[in-house]
């Protein structure tokens, strides 16, 4: 098997995994002579082995101009190699992560459990003691493209293959994908935290609430933990930890169904979609619930602040990768 077909089972393996990817969250890459193909934006890693999802770059005029700090690296559609580029489609909105790191395979996923060490405002002092076996760099929250390539470029010292990105999530890389797949799991297993258990909804409940509304209730009690575990909901819901939920679900979590939100968590009985919804929102509402099931009430937490928030939502590549996920 070649390493790029090792790459796209090692892409569907994480994607399917709820507890590492959500919906068109995480990306994957490859550097092969010259060229690193990477996730497109808007896909999905779960569809990495049936469909044609990566798109391949020129890895040097990249890193050239990463070096300036060329807005180009942006959207890095600039770099795309059109002859080999079958899909048409554009590079994943995190490509400059991955430009950066010199490994030849680079796996960033949203990991819960590493989110819900990357949410604290301790964070880095946290996971000091944790990763301590590890050759790694704490990367303070930044808005990816230009921001996070910056930032990472400050603490990216050679050897370093693991980055927790500060109310992100984590990136591995390696020289093999049977290395980084081994490397991932090494990480997720010593960033594991307790997990409360998922309190299921109370279904006769919801079914009778959806009647002649647009909703219908969430269908797994993963998901439905979002308003069934109270700390979940007074922890997330007027809060945005982390750029995926913003993107998704909007500022913080809607309460009642009056707010005709997406996703709807009602305290104590459980979590409703509403129908048509995008096929990402269940998925981010599950992801917040299982972050939040992992962070306690002691916790200190840090969550994004408007202005954060406003240059994600309004980043162009942030708006085109939303365009592909509108449907069904
Ligand atoms: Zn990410």
């Known amino acids: 098997m070649t390493e790029f077909s090792a790459l796209k089972n090692l892409s569907a393996r994480v994607g399917a995994d709820p507890l590492l990817v959500q919906a068109a969250g995480g990306n994957t890459s490859l550097k092969h002579e010259g060229v690193m193909w990477i996730k497109a934006s808007g896909t999905w890693l779960g569809d990495a082995a049936s469909k044609d999802i990566f798109v391949p770059l020129n890895h040097s005029a990249l890193l050239a101009a990463l070096a300036k700090s060329d807005p180009a690296c942006e959207a890095c559609t600039d770099f795309v190699v059109a002859d080999l580029n079958a899909t048409g489609l554009r590079p994943s909105i995190e490509t400059t992560v991955h430009a950066l790191m010199p490994q030849r395979v680079v796996v960033h996923v949203h990991c819960v459990n590493t989110i819900a060490w990357a949410v604290r405002s301790d964070a880095e002092q946290q996971l000091a003691g944790k990763l301590r076996d590890f050759n790694w760099a704490f990367i303070p929250y930044a808005r990816p493209g230009l921001p996070l390539a910056n930032a990472i470029s400050a603490r990216l010292n050679p050897g370093v293959d693991v980055l927790v990105l500060g109310n992100h999530g984590v990136v591995v890389a390696a020289?093999?994908?049977v290395e980084a797949e081994a490397l991932l799991d090494r990480v997720v297993k010593t960033l594991a935290r307790p997990v409360r258990a998922a309190v299921p909804p109370d279904l006769a409940a919801l079914h009778l609430l959806c009647e002649g509304t647009d909703y219908a209730p969430a269908e797994s009690n993963e998901t439905h933990a979002l308003a069934t575990d109270a700390f979940a909901l007074e922890r997330g819901k007027n809060s945005v930890f982390y750029p995926d939920h913003v993107v998704f679900?909007?500022?913080?979590?809607?309460?009642?169904?009056?707010?005709?939100?997406?996703?709807?968590?009602?305290?104590?009985?459980?979590?409703?979609?509403?129908?048509?919804?995008?096929?990402?929102?269940?998925?981010?509402g599950r992801c917040l619930a299982d972050v939040m099931r992992r962070v306690e009430a002691e916790d200190p937490l840090t969550a994004l602040n408007a202005e954060a928030i406003d240059r994600l939502v309004n980043w162009d590549a942030e708006k085109y990768r939303q365009g592909l996920n509108v449907g069904t």
């Open 249 to 284: 679900l909007g500022v913080g979590v809607a309460t009642e169904i009056e707010s005709e939100a997406a996703l709807v968590a009602l305290p104590g009985k459980g979590v409703l979609i509403r129908k048509g919804a995008k096929p990402a929102i269940e998925p981010m």
């Open 175 to 177: 020289e093999t994908v």
